[in-house]
């Protein structure tokens, strides 16, 4: 009998926070499956793929692929490929000091896959997989679909997905924050391969971590300063760490705390390993704040997830979040 093949993936817990009002007395649920019902051309939306690409600037192009509409749940597959792109390839050959890096064209008809997120919406609880396509992009996607693409709901609404931060291992819980300290992975030249005695190994399972990767360096740019001169710095296996400390400050630059609830909004797409908490109470340190999540087991197709047990995994995810009482049903 042969072994199904399987990979370890992380549910992750998000839910619509409509600050704007602009849902109305409909659910995400809802809005996305009225949305997929409108006409377009000789058909609907949900029947045209091609209707439901979203050319996302600099990143590629993003499409709702595979969608399964039920009264239990909304789930889709938001697909990440790149138009006309080659495929990068490592050439191995024996005898040689290093192996030729090439590209190949895909075969016709095909494009190159970049990454896919894994959603479910029941009402307005979002339970979600990423697999190289992170929150935020489903969130810039689901914002077009629904206000540029139909009309759904109001043109400029944007869809936000609010995470649930909670303290583990019994740490203590802040109901207000006063700061937050940011250090993403140090910024590694090309061809490092040591890892210095304080650094953590990155966890590239998800979308999320895998821009974290890069964080360091975008935050330099952001500074003002020149790719070409960090590269410089970089040089002989010179890594560069970014603390980015952000303080809140009122009226005569009086120290002002945020609740947790706008803490959640604003960190809901920042890796959790990443980010130290700083209130009145204390402190909630890295390896304490995490969002809410399910650990699952996905049957895996080569390297690709099997799409309908992502669905039988992310609607367990979030049965178990209700019934342990973290979100109501």
């Known amino acids: 009998m042969s072994v199904i093949a399987r990979k370890k993936v992380t549910v992750q817990y998000r839910k619509l926070d409509d600050i704007a009002g602009s849902f109305g007395t409909q659910t995400l649920q809802q809005a996305i499956s009225a949305c997929l019902k409108q006409p377009h051309g000789s058909g609907i939306l949900g029947d045209n793929p091609a209707q439901r690409q979203y050319n996302d600037n600099g990143y590629g192009t993003l499409v709702l692929n595979y969608i399964d509409d039920k009264s239990e749940y909304f789930f889709g597959e938001l697909v990440r490929f790149e138009p006309g792109a080659d495929l990068p390839l490592l050439q191995l050959s024996t005898g040689v000091k290093a192996y030729n890096l090439t590209q190949a064209k895909p075969p016709d008809g095909h494009e190159p896959l970049r990454g896919v997120l894994y959603f479910m919406a029941v009402g307005n609880h979002v339970v979600l997989i990423e697999a190289d396509v992170s929150s935020s992009r489903a969130e810039r996607y689901l914002s077009w679909l629904l206000s540029e693409a139909t009309a759904t709901v109001p043109k400029g609404t944007h869809v936000i997905l609010l995470a649930e931060l909670t303290a583990s291992g019994g740490a203590m819980q ?36 895998g821009v974290a990767e890069t964080n360091a360096l975008e935050v330099l740019k952001a500074a003002g300063m020149d ?4 590269q410089k710095f970089a040089a002989n296996d010179t890594q560069i760490e970014v603390t980015l400390q952000i303080r809140f400050k009122g009226q005569r630059r009086k120290r002002q705390s945020l609740t947790i609830d706008d803490t959640n909004r604003l960190l809901r797409n920042i890796p959790d390993d990443e980010l130290t908490l700083k209130g009145p109470g204390g402190r909630q340190k890295n390896g304490k704040i995490e969002k809410l999540a399910y650990p699952a087991n996905v049957e895996t197709l080569g390297s690709l997830l099997k799409t309908a047990d992502v669905a039988r995994a992310l609607y367990e995810g979030y049965k178990s979040f209700v019934s342990n009482g973290y979100v109501d049903g």
């Open 227 to 230: 790719e070409a001169d960090i």
């Open 174 to 209: 802040l109901s207000q924050v006063e700061e937050v300290v940011f250090k993403p992975k140090p910024f590694v030249p090309e061809g490092a391969d040591q890892l210095l005695p304080d650094q953590h190994l990155p966890t590239v399972e998800t979308a999320t971590r």
